[in-house]
């Protein structure tokens, strides 16, 4: 086909061309739109996935990097051969533009070639990964916590006499015993979400109405990061957790102190407060030995939970993990938390009209009454036994 050569002043007004006269502008911008793309994906900073610490992450990373290497000399092999073949097949000066060069349309061996070798790749690929998907469904020994994601935190329950009573239930952050293999049972009380602690294993959804066997493990102690990786509605984003390794006989004390019931507390200002959260809160929230009898399995949540706040200052985090509990000089971080009890739809995006997360107090506490609450919060247990660095 002998085209017409065109000249600069056509392409100019040829639509066309012009799209492909104006990519450099786009090619301009690729950085910025790639900068922003990294550091959207960086927001939460301490969920790392390339730094795996549980045997089941490193069982994962260790895929990952495997696929990687192989992905990358399929890449690095195609991206020579693009190169080879344009360079020796582009047209000379002497070529007869109407002439097409050598087809090789229909050579059996070229095309068993490119089947073959792509077939042995993914077969190989299929031979490390599927028993290592089965091994990581599978139970370990350990002990069983539960965990059931909702809008929009998380609550592990602990049997630790095996009567099938739980016998712990906290919010947010999952503690465990180093070196131990815990198996996860997961569940949603309303919508998808995913469990996802990249340093101690990969991710696995929570579906309504489905149990969900994960397990998690650390060789070390330490706070390690995660959040729901499912979609699940407004706050989403605001759906984070922490898993809390302590060494066995932090581990133990933990156990001891969680189990330990709230008492009625002798202070005015907490007592004062201990009252107000039993006008104002119990319809949600339990707190074990003195209000028990209200709360979880209440018709004002979606869910039918709110955080059992027994032992609320023996975490590090609080509304879905996303305020610190402490500062960074151990001091109770009473600024973010009276500002959550006061209008928690403010301080985190959620639908409380709608029965999903915690009603506004802005209109109905004062601010002594608020105080109040804060102080008897803080009587709540405490400190945690563990610290983020
Ligand atoms: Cu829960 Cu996303």
């Given amino acids: 086909m002998s085209a017409k050569k065109s000249t600069s002043k056509e392409i100019s007004h040829n639509p066309m061309k012009q799209r492909v006269f104006n990519t450099p502008r786009i090619l301009r911008h690729t950085p910025l739109i790639l900068l922003t793309a990294i550091l959207t994906s960086c927001a939460t900073g301490r969920i790392d996935p390339t730094d795996p ?22 890449g690095i092999f195609v991206a020579i051969a693009v190169v080879v073949v344009i360079v020796k097949f582009r047209e000379k000066p002497d070529d007869d533009p109407d002439e097409l060069p050598k087809q090789i349309h229909g050579n059996r061996k070229a095309e068993l070639t490119w089947t073959v070798i792509p077939v042995l790749l993914l077969v190989f690929l299929a031979v490390v990964t599927i028993p290592a998907v089965f091994d990581l469904s599978g139970k370990s020994d350990g002990r069983t916590i539960q965990v059931e994601g909702q809008q929009w935190w998380w609550q592990f329950s602990y049997d630790v006499d095996e009567d099938g009573i739980h016998d712990i239930v906290t919010a947010n952050e999952i503690v465990i015993p180093v070196g131990e293999e815990i198996n996860l049972d997961i569940r949603s009380n309303d919508v998808i979400h995913s469990f996802w602690i990249p340093q101690l294993n990969g ?37 984070q957790m922490r898993a809390v390794v302590l060494e066995r006989d932090d581990y133990e004390a933990w156990v001891q102190e969680q189990l330990t019931p709230a008492t009625i507390p002798a202070d005015t200002a907490a007592k004062r407060g201990y009252d107000l959260f039993g006008r104002h809160c119990v319809s ?33 985090s609080f509304a879905g993990s996303i305020f ?66």
């Avoid at 610490?53 to 399929?74: F, H, P």
């Avoid at 149990?211 to 407004?234: A, D, T």
């Avoid at 029965?355 to 608020?370: C, H, K, N, P, V």
């Fill in 53 to 74: 610490v549980g045997e089941n992450a490193k069982q994962i990373d260790g895929i990952m990097r495997l696929s990687g290497y192989m992905a990358t000399a399929v």
């Fill in 203 to 239: 991710k696995k959804d929570a579906v309504p109405g489905r149990v969900h066997h994960w397990r998690i493990s650390s060789p070390v102690p330490g706070i390690f990061y995660g959040e729901c990786v499912e979609f699940c509605g407004l706050s989403h984003a605001n759906m």
């Fill in 284 to 316: 949600c929230h339990v707190v074990n030995g003195v209000y028990e009898s209200a709360g979880n399995g209440n018709a004002n949540l979606t869910s039918g939970y709110a955080p059992n706040l027994t032992h609320l200052m023996t975490r590090t």
């Fill in 324 to 389: 610190e509990m402490y500062k960074d000089d151990g001091s109770v971080n009473i600024a973010d938390l009276r500002e959550w009890v006061r209008n928690a739809p403010e301080n985190k995006p959620s639908r409380p009209d709608n029965r999903q997360g915690m009603i506004s107090f802005a209109e109905t506490l004062s601010d002594s009454e608020l105080d109040d609450l804060v102080t008897y919060l803080l009587t709540l247990g405490g400190p945690p036994p563990l610290m983020p660095s």
